[in-house]
């Protein structure tokens, strides 16, 4: 069964850093994509980055490039989102997600984690 | 690139039947998933690639795609599909693009 659960959420100043963590089960292929989503109060949902587990495939957003990136640790299967620079702007709930299939990056997210939530405030 | 354009809000009473759309230039030529958000919960895949239900999926949700609009339809509405539904697709410049979202209410 494929679970994934996402932790390091917390409150931050801006200008801060945070790594987050996806742990990945039940994944069968190296191929497999990870997603990172976001939601801010209120607001809709916001696509961040994909990677694939093998590392072939690494996607960022505009809106985070240069900010945040995508990284894995597949000896303990977790999935990384490093952000740094964080802005008020980036508090949100931060939710990982598989993409259904192997590595098809036009399919959709499969199972998502519960969430993680970061807080930037001064 | 592209922007998909959902109502911000649908409304419907019980058992009757709710439409939401996604707009966008050619989108009939694109997949397109669908996913139902109620309050403090993860997104869950309801329709996968324009009109495919996963496993566990009532039948009374379906997806349609033709030309600028996508479309979720929910047959015999009940309370308990009270949510926010977003679509979404893949763009080869933009990768993952949700829509903005649509509120459904039961009214």
């Known amino acids: 069964q494929v679970q994934l659960v996402e932790s390091g959420g917390g409150v931050l100043q801006p200008g801060g850093s945070l790594r987050l963590s996806c742990a990945v089960s039940?994944?069968?292929?190296?191929?497999?994509?990870v997603h990172w989503v976001r939601q801010a109060p209120g607001r809709g949902l916001e696509w961040l980055a994909v990677?694939?587990?093998?590392?072939?495939?690494?996607y960022h957003a505009m809106s985070v490039t240069g900010r945040h990136t995508v990284s894995r640790d597949t000896s303990n299967k977790i999935m990384f989102l490093e952000m740094t620079s964080l802005r008020d702007e980036d508090t949100a709930v931060y939710y990982c997600?598989?993409?259904?299939?192997?590595?098809?990056?036009?399919?959709?997210?499969?199972?998502w984690g519960r969430g993680t939530t970061v807080t930037v405030s001064s | 690139s592209y922007e998909l354009t959902q109502p911000l809000s649908v409304s419907v009473a019980p058992g009757q039947t709710a439409q939401i759309t996604c707009g966008a230039n050619?989108?009939?030529?694109?997949?397109v998933h669908w996913y139902q958000q109620k309050p403090g919960q993860a997104p869950v895949l309801v329709i996968r690639?324009?009109?495919n239900r996963p496993s566990g999926i009532p039948e009374r949700f379906s997806g349609s795609i033709s030309g600028n609009t996508a479309t979720l339809t929910i047959t015999r509405v009940e309370v308990g599909d009270e949510a926010d539904y977003y679509c979404?697709?893949?763009?080869?410049?933009?990768?993952?693009?949700f829509g903005g979202g649509t509120k459904l209410t039961v009214l």
């Open positions: 997600a598989k993409g259904e299939g192997t590595g098809i990056l036009s399919n959709g997210l499969g199972v």
């Open positions: 039940g994944f069968t292929f190296d191929s497999d994509v």
């Open positions: 990677m694939s587990f093998n590392g072939n495939q690494k």
């Open positions: 050619n989108i009939g030529r694109q997949t």
């Open positions: 690639r324009n009109e």
């Open positions: 979404q697709m893949w763009d080869r410049t933009t990768y993952v693009l």
